[in-house]
């Protein structure tokens, strides 16, 4: 596609000899970031920015009065402040070749001329997003959006393409990155439009292809079943409790071993689960022992399998034991983990240390990912701190799981006070290596 099917005309231009304090006011009235200056015809000579406007304008601090000030602007013209050498190119311009240009000279437009020099038109960098959203196809709300995984090889593509189609689906967009991901696979994103795309997303999975993303027609993005976080089994939250607690005569203390499975009789019940027997509670091995296979197999049920898996993960993981969190919630592909803030969990300056809430939601992440009982190890994660917290602050991460495919998954991680005050944000992608969980779960 070239530049003349997206370019914007006809184009505001002004010429050389007119005031700069009258042009800047237009440019401010009409919001305008550019202006091609023209000769009499039609020539582009120069191009006059915001940028050029900010520089000729007097400091902020100037010690001359507003008269002063006026006078001098209203003698400046346009023709001694543009900029004399212009980036341009034609209309027959490729757009990406216009784009990689802008992006590589670091500009906000290319005018466009023809062979004889005059302007007839302009590409900025709004054209050039309106292009790219357009051949992504974002707007098309009557179409699924599929992003999957490919193997990086000849007729892959073509494969998905045609599975696609023969399901009666039809092609809308397609759109790959070049170069594949953290996982060595390329990243392809689709759009169809199909009678039943939901028989279309079975056929494709059964051919094994990767869907990491799905947007059906409807906008509503596809998540896993049981999306809301179950209460954990008891024998989770004793897991978690920190030493001081667990030693403490208070009511705290107290609760905990009431609940707690092993000297006590009977079963220990979840409210969102079958009960879960006490002999189910983890046991770590012995240092230096490798994990021992199981003597069960994983409950068929995906919220009881969510919620042992969880229980194995609070007693088993040292760092979250040491820093005092706890599981108060897990389902499959969500969980619930809080930390009590304490003094020598702050950094230099008295505020909680951003490794700790790093931790916290490294946690939950942990978790969620693993709780479909598939080993799942992180290929990468993101954090962002948009609050502090203090000492006495309960921090609360809560994991949710935005994708989930065949061998990768994507997870957000919110970390609140108890306030509801955002004080992180973690976002992070497992890679799922293709092996239960069960040989690691104590028996």
Partial sequence: MYVETIMSRPVDTVTAEIKLSQVAHEMRAKGRRFLPVVDAAGVLIGLLSHREVE???PSAITTLSVGEVNYLMAKVTVGQVMRREVISCTPRTLVEVAGQLMRTKGIGCLPVIDAAGRLVGIVTDDDILDFFLAITGCGLDDTTRLAVHLPDRTGELSRFLGAINAQG??????????????????????RYRAADPEAVDRHLRALGIDIFTEEL???????PEGRPAAPVPPAAVMGMMTAAAMSAPGPAARA????????HPGQATSAAGPAVAPDTAATAPGPGEPPGPAAESAPADPQAAAARIGAWMARDDRLARLLGMELT????????????????????VGLTHGGATYALADFAFAVASNSHGEVAVALSTQMSYPAASRVGDTLIATATELSRGARTGLYSIEVRTATGKLVGLFTGTVFRRGEPLAAWLPA
């Fill in 329 to 348: 919630a897990v389902s499959p592909g969500a969980c619930e983990v809080r930390l009590v803030v304490r003094d020598d969990l702050l950094n230099a």
């Fill in 256 to 263: 905990a071993s009431d609940l707690a499975p092993g000297p």
């Fill in 169 to 190: 689906g039809y092609i809308a967009t397609v759109v790959s990155p070049v170069a594949p991901d953290a996982t060595g696979m390329r990243v392809v994103i689709a």
């Fill in 55 to 57: 520089r000729a304008a």
């Fill in 217 to 223: 027609a409807t906008a509503v993005a596809r998540v």
